[in-house]
């Protein structure tokens, strides 16, 4: 498989560092030194759980997380400084695509191949996740999902040639942007979040001016 890339950038003060995984297992390097810092061999763990679809790693607190989405619908947190898996949770029957969480690691939402977009709670003090929203899509498969850094609205790259934006507070759909000829591949936001930028099959990169 190829790889899955997710790095986390911030000021000097933060740290940056960037995470892949092959059917070997998960790699992590600071990007400042190149150095590679954390190497798991999880070969067992990804032939029961299937491919690893989508990494997001967060800091949460004093506490480095990194989220996993597999192939049979897992979804797994690991803590990094002490490469222990903190919780796992089946959360569809569909393989999973595409993982995105808020700031605070307590909200996932999560695109398959499918028709739908699900949004999950994760409560820290009880350790329970639970499901929030699904929206349903006309075509399913969902390549990416970005929140934009105000937390406001999210956005989903879609097989069906189309970018969707959601309103993350009240969890419900605002616009749909064409202009992809083929699946959309990924979907980001800029720093300033007025814009939403989109990179498809098509060879095409668009962005869009947005509220």
Wanted: net charge negative.
């Amino acid at each position: 498989m190829e790889d899955k890339i997710e790095s986390e950038k911030g000021d000097e003060n933060e740290f940056k560092w960037v995470v892949g995984a092959s059917d070997k297992g998960i790699e992590i390097w600071d990007l400042s030194t190149r150095d590679k810092i954390y190497d798991w061999n999880e070969k067992e763990s990804f032939e029961k759980r299937g491919m690893c679809m989508d990494l997001k790693i967060k800091k949460r607190m004093n506490e480095i997380l990194l989220f996993g989405l597999f192939e049979n619908g897992s979804l797994c947190a690991w803590n990094v400084h002490c490469k222990k898996l903190v919780w796992e949770e089946k959360v569809d029957r569909e393989a999973g695509l595409s993982l995105e969480c808020n700031q605070e690691c307590s909200r996932f939402i999560i695109g398959t191949v499918g028709s739908d977009v699900s949004v999950y709670s994760f409560n820290w003090e009880e350790g329970t996740l639970s499901l929030e929203n699904t929206f349903i899509i006309n075509h399913g498969g969902v390549n990416g999902i970005k929140i934009r850094k105000d937390q406001r609205i999210f956005a989903t790259a879609g097989w069906d040639h189309r970018i969707r934006i959601f309103d993350n507070k009240k969890l419900k759909p605002l616009a749909i942007l064409k202009g992809h000829n083929e699946s959309v591949n990924a979907v980001d936001f800029s720093s300033h979040c007025n814009k939403v930028a989109s990179g498809g099959k098509d060879g095409r990169i668009l962005v869009w001016s947005i509220y």
